[in-house]
């Protein structure tokens, strides 16, 4: 592992290198791809100019987001390509790529027929920033500190469970639930948490084996959960009987979201489930066993951190990232 100050060095040199040779925003994309082109590295790009993901860290990448079958990939500014070809190929995925200069989508075009994978792959010329990829299930980046920024609020705002790689750029705050570093590169996955915020009001089906001495087998427990969200991880407490109590380790994995507490007894309980909407079902685990529960939210969810704009002080570490200051 590199230490943190040349890490930092070899991010600010690579940032200089992929954002000094940006077009300006209103440059005029080409009109064709001229016969005989071949793409050169550093060659320059709207926001960012083409350098390639290495095989080995893509292929990474592709498999820490468990790409499959089923999934839609899009490559955000997806070069010669070779994301897309991989995804389909590799993988089984459908997937496409969105590409500005449109030598690289009819260079794409090709590499993706002369690999057999035309059926499934996808090139569009176009402007990430103007392209909706909403619908996608695994999103690739490879593009600068503050274009991941930008995007961040589209890529929250995704379906809960969508994974989000990038090769070498973290997203500010939002923490990366995977990392990996592949010949000195990292690689980051996000899987888009679902929203857990807010009023929660906990139903827990007593039987006989899990029930705490406060409550009889034909009684029904009631905790009332209290949650703020920040990207993928929570805090608050669980009410017990007019008692509140820290909630512990808690995190939403897309859907997924899981947590500890001591109860009224001092006994620990480790909460797994999933949120469906303001519907959550799942199963308490302490020292007698599982017990199933279901929760509903009360009242609307609030937005969680993280869901707006970046911060003035990420900003400014994403450009500081970039040698601008
Ligand atoms: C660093 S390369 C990454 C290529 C590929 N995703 C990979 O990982 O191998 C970034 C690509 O984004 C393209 N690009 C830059 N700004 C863009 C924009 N606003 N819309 C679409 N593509 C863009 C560039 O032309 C370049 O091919």
Redesign the pocket.
């Known amino acids: 592992m590199p230490s943190a100050f040349a890490r930092i060095c070899a991010l600010t040199t690579l940032s200089l290198a992929?954002g000094a040779t940006?077009f300006a925003a209103s440059d005029p994309a080409p009109a064709a791809a001229p016969a005989g082109f071949e793409p050169a590295l550093g060659q320059k790009?709207?926001?960012?100019?083409?350098?390639?993901?290495p095989d080995v860290l893509?292929t990474r990448l592709l498999t820490m987001a468990k790409l499959g079958p089923n999934d839609k990939l899009v490559?955000?500014?997806?070069?010669?390509g070779?994301?897309v070809i991989m995804a389909a190929r590799d993988f089984g995925a459908t997937a496409r790529g969105?590409?500005?200069?449109p030598r690289?989508v009819a260079h794409s075009e090709a590499a993706a027929a002369d690999a057999g994978v035309s059926q499934k792959t996808r090139f569009i010329q176009?402007?990430?920033?103007k392209h909706d990829f909403s619908d996608a299930t695994v999103v690739?980046?490879?593009?600068l500190p503050e274009l991941n920024l930008k995007l961040r609020p589209q890529l929250m705002a995704m379906a809960p469970g969508t994974r989000i790689v990038s090769?070498y750029f973290d997203m500010g705050r939002w923490s990366p639930d995977q990392e990996a570093e592949l010949q000195g590169r990292p690689g980051f996955l996000w899987i888009v948490p679902a929203n857990a915020g807010g009023t929660w009001r906990i139903d827990e089906k007593s039987t006989s084996a899990s029930t705490s001495a406060s409550t009889s087998p034909s009684q029904a427990k009631t905790t009332v959960l209290s949650l703020q969200q920040s990207f993928q991880l929570l805090k608050g407490t669980a009410t017990i009987d007019q008692r509140s109590k820290p909630v512990e380790q808690a995190r939403v994995t897309g859907q997924a979201i899981a947590f500890s507490l001591v109860d009224e007894n001092g006994k620990p309980r480790k909460f797994e489930g999933i949120i469906d909407g303001d519907r959550l079902r799942g199963t308490i685990t302490d020292a007698s066993g599982p017990t199933p529960f279901s929760a509903t939210r009360e009242g609307t969810a609030p937005p969680i951190d993280g869901s707006g704009p970046p911060t003035q002080e990420e900003q400014n570490q994403a450009a500081l990232a970039l040698g601008a200051q």
Not at 75 to 80: W, Y
Not at 126 to 129: A, L, M, N, S, V
């Open positions: 992929l940006a790009g709207k926001d960012v100019m083409w350098l390639p993901t893509a490559d955000l500014g997806s070069g010669d070779k994301i969105v590409e500005f200069d690289m176009g402007d990430i920033f690739a980046l490879y593009l090769h």
